[in-house]
């Protein structure tokens, strides 16, 4: 396309970490950039965010 690529901060979406990014031209971005002669060529992205850590437990006096 004739306009940079966006980037995208991806801590505001995943804050405790990314585990993956995928990005692919799906059909309808194809179709999309094909009607607008590639001027504008859209891609889809997924993030894939690490899930928040339990906290760690602390060990219980006297024990078992």
Not at 7 to 25: N, Q, R, W
Not at 42 to 53: D, F, T
Request: some cysteine.
């Amino acid at each position: 396309g004739l306009f940079p690529q966006q980037e995208v901060d991806v801590g505001l979406f995943c804050p405790h970490g990314v585990s993956a990014i995928e990005e692919e031209t799906g059909f309808v971005d194809g179709l999309l950039a094909a009607l607008t002669l590639s001027i504008w060529t859209p891609r889809s992205s997924w993030y894939y965010c690490l899930p928040a850590r339990a906290p760690a437990l602390a060990p219980t006096p006297g024990g078992p």
